[in-house]
T-cell receptor, first 113, second 108 residues
Framework: DTGVSQDPRHKITKRGQNVTFRCDPI?????LYWYRQTLGQGPEFLTY????????KSRLLSDRFSAERPKGSFSTLEIQRTEQGDSAMYLC???????????FGPGTRLTVT | QQPVQSPQAVILREGEDAVINCSSS?????VHWYRQKHGEAPVFLMI?????EQKGHDKISASFNEKKQQSSLYLTASQLSYSGTYFC?????????FGTGTRLQVFP
């Protein structure tokens, strides 16, 4: 396994701009998760996919956030009209199925100025 | 609802033992344990499934009380590399809800 990869690792953007992050999961993993983490807190669930289907989206996630996983492989997370409160580490994880360990990528650190 | 971890912080000397607890108010399918070092992603340590199955690190042990929705992580003969923040993740319906975290520092 090559592990979960994320790109970019760091992103600095101005308020109001759109940003897109990419996650490449471990190849045989069906499930892909997005989390957000701020300093001193645990990862906060955003959304997850089983293959290409988005099965759940956190109620905390505003309409400015959207995620896709075309063809059930890599996934993208887009944030439109970024706000300073969006500054955080965005983590992606993948797993085989329910009750399986999740493996995290290195994260994308977003700073909104 | 976010699981509660205790203690919030632990300071150890190398070789000492520690126990970290995780408590949820919901019926759980599984409990996951992760360690995160500063600036890095969480690393999987252990998963405990309803029914008793466990998978994970061979130098770390854990327990899962299904009736009480509680789990404990046991760190024995701690090493410097054990330093970091430990999170439990509770799984109810296909997603993990991470706990409040326990910061562990091991000194020589």
């Amino acid at each position: 396994d090559t592990g979960v990869s994320q790109d970019p690792r760091h992103k600095i953007t101005k308020r109001g701009q759109n940003v897109t992050f990419r996650c490449d999961p471990i190849s045989e993993h069906n499930r892909l998760y997005w989390y957000r983490q701020t300093l001193g807190q645990g990862p906060e669930f955003l959304t997850y996919f089983q293959n290409e289907a988005q099965l759940e989206k956190s109620r905390l996630l505003s309409d400015r956030f959207s995620a896709e996983r075309p063809k059930g492989s890599f996934s993208t997370l887009e944030i439109q009209r970024t706000e300073q409160g969006d500054s955080a580490m965005y983590l992606c994880a993948s797993s085989k199925l329910t009750g399986s360990e999740q493996y995290f990528g290195p994260g994308t650190r977003l700073t909104v100025t | 609802q976010q699981p509660v971890q205790s203690p919030q912080a632990v300071i150890l000397r190398e070789g000492e033992d520690a126990v970290i607890n995780c408590s949820s108010s919901k019926a759980l399918y599984s409990v996951h344990w992760y360690r995160q070092k500063h600036g890095e992603a969480p690393v999987f340590l252990m998963i405990l499934l309803k029914g008793g199955e466990q998978k994970g690190h061979d130098k770390i042990s854990a327990s899962f009380n299904e009736k009480k929705q509680q789990s404990s992580l046991y760190l024995t003969a701690s090493q410097l590399s054990y330093s970091g923040t430990y999170f439990c993740g509770t799984e109810t319906t296909d997603k993990l809800i991470f706990g409040t975290g326990t910061r562990l520092q091991v000194f020589p």
